[in-house]
Nanobody, 119 residues
Framework: QVQLVESGGGLVQAGGSLRLSCVGS????????RGWDGQAPGKQRDLVAS???????TYADSGKGRFIISRDNAKKAVYLHMNSLKPEDTAVYSC?????????????WGQGTQVAVSS
């Protein structure tokens, strides 16, 4: 089992910055991919950013050039640095941890942290 706890959300004005943190516990060291999803009101949950254990990153187009994902394996943590925030970034952001088991993917998600960006 893996437990994930996020922090760092809040209300910020457009153009501001936030850093989201996610600390894992349990069998977190076996999880190859760590990342963040975002779910805006009335929309499905989508990938925001992810990073493999080897450091390969993937970003949604909406966050490229503004968001940076990083991880600290010693602290079992993953971070999302959010810059130049826009009102459309308003969403609940959930961190996730995934690994492959054969052809299947095992994934865990945290409860999420709310980010609200005012115009």
């Amino acid at each position: 089992q893996v437990q994930l706890v996020e922090s760092g959300g809040g209300l910020v004005q457009a153009g501001g910055s936030l850093r989201l943190s996610c600390v894992g516990s349990g069998s977190i060291v076996s999880m190859h991919v760590r990342g963040w999803d975002g779910q805006a009101p009335g929309k499905q949950r989508d990938l925001v950013a992810s990073m493999t254990a080897g450091g390969t990153t993937t970003y949604a187009d909406s966050g490229k050039g503004r968001f940076i994902i990083s991880r600290d394996n010693a602290k079992k943590a993953v971070y999302l640095h959010m810059n130049s925030l826009k009102p459309e970034d308003t969403a609940v952001y959930s961190c996730n941890a995934k690994r492959s088991e054969g052809i299947a993917t095992v994934g865990y998600w945290g409860q999420g942290t709310q980010v609200a960006v005012s115009s």
